[in-house]
């Protein structure tokens, strides 16, 4: 018997003392998606231009070996997913369109486009979900897109959206896997403006026109994202909280929060369960701000935690869809995601490790005491060792080896390159 598993007899019987089956509890964890975002091997750079990110999209750093084009992003994901344990999906923009070398316009692209990612996912066995891109292009110069004063600019990003929801939908077809298609806009003034509600209802239009178009619900699932503010839109964001909370409430839409998208003193773990009881469906964005949308890479964290335990607790996990956020460019861009992506499935192990029927059990009559002392004592578990057993079953490096297989990577593919 191995010392892995020596730890993890004692760990099991550890967590069945206060009434949790470890073996169930993984086995739980194997049905639980995470969407990897793509976004993340190339510092939100796409394939379509060489232009510089707009949009409040900020990507900082310069550590070598960036993906260059779709191949070299294929092989890194591949590397990334090798080293990570659970289900995943992937998490495509529009900006990453293969399109052979011509010029198709966002508004013009198909799922033809998407063949290569497509016939990608097939291999792996993953979903895929997708984004329209409303940002880092000329159309979007000035900072606003579906709610555009200029009736033609509107005009252009709801073909585009409608293209993007046509592409989805092939691909939830192709995979026989539903798709989640989120729409962000990132629509707003730097500074207070006179009218406030002139751009929201031309952002209602305009989605109201992009999904008058009847899509294959069982292909493709529509998500809308709120933010509070972002670079060039510090004062006014036309899609915020409140806008599209309503919209997916009155259109039975999904509704997306990204937990680096409200004030800094909001988490979202706190919002999952008010949501749930008027939406059927959320999105999760899992990212990590400091002190503002800075997108870095997801640690281990209290909040990251809640959230898992919000997920798991209030038996949400079908109505849940797990993707991640975050782009860094100062460090080892595989390595951030296998980071951030372990982190995510290790706080929701921990989470199907609670004994959460006790909890309640506890709370409902009253008794704070045990609650507390449960809740704490949970802290000192042995959950590593429940960790280290899940890695091994699934066929990942236990610990900090999969490192060495990044950094040989990194030595042998990404130095490499220029």
């Keep these: 018997m191995s010392t892995i598993t020596q730890a993890y007899q004692q760990a099991k019987e550890c967590y069945a003392s206060i009434g949790v089956d470890t073996d169930k509890a993984m086995e739980k964890l194997k049905h639980i998606a995470v969407s990897l975002h793509c976004w993340q091997g190339d510092d939100v750079s796409g394939f379509e231009n060489d232009s510089a990110l707009s949009g409040g999209i900020q990507a900082t750093g310069n550590y070598p070996g960036k993906a260059r084009n779709a191949d070299e992003l294929r092989a890194d994901l591949d590397k990334a997913v090798s080293l990570i344990p659970g289900p995943l999906r992937l998490n495509l923009h529009s900006i990453y369109a293969e399109t052979g070398g011509r010029k198709i316009e966002r508004n013009e692209l198909q799922p033809e486009h998407f063949s290569a990612w497509i016939d990608w996912a097939k291999q792996k066995h993953m979903g895929l979900d997708f984004n329209p891109s409303f940002f880092s292009h000329p159309k979007a110069s000035d900072g606003f897109t579906l709610s555009h004063i200029d009736q033609g600019i509107r005009n252009y990003w709801i073909e585009h959206g409608i293209a993007s929801r046509k592409i989805a939908e092939a691909m939830g077809r192709a995979l026989d896997n539903t798709c989640i298609t989120n729409f962000w806009v990132p629509d707003g003034y730097k500074d207070i403006p006179a ?224």
């Excluded at 929201?200 to 292909?219: E, H, N, P």
């Excluded at 699932?221 to 004062?235: Q, T, W, Y």
């Excluded at 802290?379 to 057993?389: E, G, N, Q, R, T």
């Design 195 to 418: 009218d406030r509600l002139a751009p929201r209802m031309r952002l209602k239009d305009s989605l109201d026109k992009i999904f008058a178009v009847d899509i294959d619900q069982s292909c493709n699932r529509d998500a809308v994202e709120c933010k509070l503010f972002g670079i060039g839109s510090e004062s006014y964001v036309v899609g915020s909280h409140e806008f599209y909370m309503g919209y997916a409430m009155a259109n039975k839409k999904l509704l997306c929060l990204d937990a680096g998208h409200f004030h800094p003193t909001e988490v979202i773990s706190d919002k999952i369960s008010s949501a749930l009881i008027w939406v059927d469906e959320i999105l999760l964005h899992v990212s990590r701000g400091v002190r503002w949308d800075s997108d870095h890479v997801v640690t281990l964290s209290d909040e990251l935690r809640a959230i898992a335990e919000e997920i798991v607790r209030g038996d949400f996990v079908d109505r849940v869809h797990i993707g991640l956020d975050f782009f860094d460019a100062s460090i080892n861009r595989i390595a951030a995601w296998v980071i951030g992506t372990r982190n995510m499935y290790k706080a929701l192990l921990m989470a199907v490790l609670e004994p959460s029927g006790k909890l309640r059990e506890f709370e409902n009559a009253g008794d704070f005491t045990s609650r507390l002392v449960f809740l704490e004592e949970l802290k000192s578990m042995p959950f590593a060792a429940v960790w280290d057993y899940f890695c091994e079953q699934q066929g990942v490096p236990v610990g900090t080896k999969w490192l060495d297989e990044v950094k040989a990577y990194e030595k042998s593919v990404l130095a490499v390159r220029k």
